[in-house]
């Protein structure tokens, strides 16, 4: 007996599949390595709805969100010192806030009993560890010695995919394609958050952080505000942390980023619920591999579909949204009897077609952009010093303000290597 799809992974990206391909009435198993959906799944905490609210339309009301961000900061650090720059905008909460802040825990638990729900299979603590084959195409998963066939497997097992290894369809990422994060969540009253971020009651907000905190690595901090808590973390990329030698320093940089003024303030008294590490794909349109291969589609994390915009982070909604594609391909297959490459080929055309290429395609060249250091050291602390400069009483003669920003302009703005910055910046 064949099963019409084996899903592995139980996150954002396989959930999404598994609800597809049950609600048209198929079987579907769904298999995780974890003790359950949420157990194993990381991320800063931000789901952008928006881009997702009509493919899933009847989630929403019931889904378990924390708080609609209403608002966005971004914090230069050097030593001792912040700059922050605080948007505020109505527009991004409303009737339909584009975007909410998440606990993987509760979001995936609850959308894994709703799978459950209509009749999907999810199977906790089953790491697939081998495929099956016949000939030529993938046809199942071995997972505890036992088989299980089927016409399609859908690779929803995250960034390291195993099945997309075990198919030839990935390889181990490059260092340079993925970053590391770290991150706390940190227990606080409603009351207190909301007071220490400004914040309505309900509302939520974003802050991201660049600068001295990672001590000349690409990467920065994230904090979101939870119902209840705060999700703190650094993240760090890890083609920087190798070439330097650096690996080893990830949680004493975390440290040193908690331990910054501004940061230590956000979260002073808050208590240690749950402390997480994970990698991120960041490499980004040029590291999307192949999405599908005879009786194979990969989806999410998996098909390395994530993007550093810079001053945010995606991939929690890429996730839901290629995996419904994966399933809806899987659903055409079906239909023409045609589980290969060719027939399943829908989904990367249905993929190039939505708002995850469209923006994968916009940032293309972000990640070789965020490999100038320049980026976290120099521009967060000139700015930081420029500010620095205008706000200290001076005991001699004051200087000039124009003069001190004409400086910092000749210094980090009007020169060769800076120009040539600006000018990369015109392909984004
Ligand atoms: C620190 C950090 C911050 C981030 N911040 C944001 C953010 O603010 N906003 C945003 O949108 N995105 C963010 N991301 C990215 C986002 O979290 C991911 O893109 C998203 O979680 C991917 O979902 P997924 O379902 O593809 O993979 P995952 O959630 O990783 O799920 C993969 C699942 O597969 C299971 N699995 C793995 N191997 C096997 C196996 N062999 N057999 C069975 N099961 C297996 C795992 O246990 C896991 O449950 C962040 C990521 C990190 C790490």
């Known amino acids: 007996m064949k099963m019409d799809a084996v899903v592995v992974g139980a996150g954002l990206a396989g959930l999404a599949a598994a609800e597809t391909l049950a609600d048209a009435g198929l079987e579907v198993v769904v298999l995780e390595r974890g003790d359950g959906p949420g157990s194993k799944n990381v991320t800063g905490g ?3 709805v928006d881009p997702v609210r009509d493919l899933f339309p009847e989630w929403w009301a019931e889904a378990p969100l924390e708080r609609p961000v209403t608002h966005e900061a971004w914090t230069l650090l050097d030593e001792g010192k912040s700059l922050r720059v605080d948007f505020q905008d109505e527009g991004l909460g409303g009737a339909l806030p584009q975007s909410y802040t998440v606990l993987r825990g509760r979001f995936d638990a609850w959308l894994g009993e709703r799978v459950t729900g209509k009749g999907a299979l999810v199977i906790p603590q089953k790491p697939v560890a081998e495929l099956l084959w016949e000939g030529g195409a993938v046809a199942g998963v071995r997972v505890d010695g036992e088989e299980i066939p089927a016409h399609a497997v859908i690779a929803c097992d995250g960034v390291l995919s195993f099945v ?3 198919a030839g369809v990935t390889d181990r990422p490059a260092p340079r394609a993925v970053a590391v994060g770290v991150k706390e969540i940190l227990g606080l009253p409603p009351g207190t958050i ?3 971020f400004q914040l309505e009651p309900g509302e939520g907000a974003a802050e991201l952080f660049v600068g001295s905190v990672t001590r000349g690595l690409l990467g920065g901090g994230f904090c979101y505000t939870n119902r209840e808590s705060l999700s703190l973390g650094l993240v760090v990329g890890v ?4 070439e330097k030698g ?3 320093k990830v949680p004493e940089l975390f440290e040193a980023f908690k331990d910054h003024p501004r940061v230590r303030a956000l979260a002073r008294g808050g208590e240690l619920l749950e402390y997480s590490a994970h990698l991120i794909p960041e490499g980004g349109l040029d590291a999307v591999p192949r999405l ?3 009786g194979l589609l ?3 994390d998996a098909a390395g579909l994530a993007l550093n915009m810079g001053y945010t982070v995606r991939g929690m909604e890429f ?3 290629s995996g419904r594609l994966a399933a809806q391909a899987v659903l055409e297959a079906r239909e023409k009897g045609d589980y290969s490459a060719a027939g399943l080929g829908s989904y990367p055309q249905r993929l190039k077609e939505s708002f995850v290429w469209r923006y994968l395609e916009a940032f293309r060249e972000m990640p070789r952009l965020l490999e100038n250091p320049a980026l976290f050291t120099r521009y967060p602390a000139e700015v930081c010093r420029l500010v620095q400069s205008l706000v200290r009483l001076e005991r001699e003669k004051p200087g000039k303000i124009s003069g001190k920003v004409w400086e910092f302009l000749r210094k980090n703005v009007l020169n060769w290597r800076d120009l040539k910055m600006l000018n990369q910046l015109r392909k984004l």
């Not at 083609?239 to 190798?242: E, F, K, N, R, Y």
């Open 194 to 196: 909301e007071d220490r």
């Open 298 to 300: 990969l989806a999410g």
């Open 239 to 242: 083609g920087d942390l190798v």
């Open 46 to 48: 931000r789901l952008y």
């Open 164 to 166: 997309g290894k075990a």
């Open 292 to 294: 599908v291969q005879n």
């Open 319 to 321: 996730a839901l949204a």
């Open 246 to 248: 650096c690996g080893e």
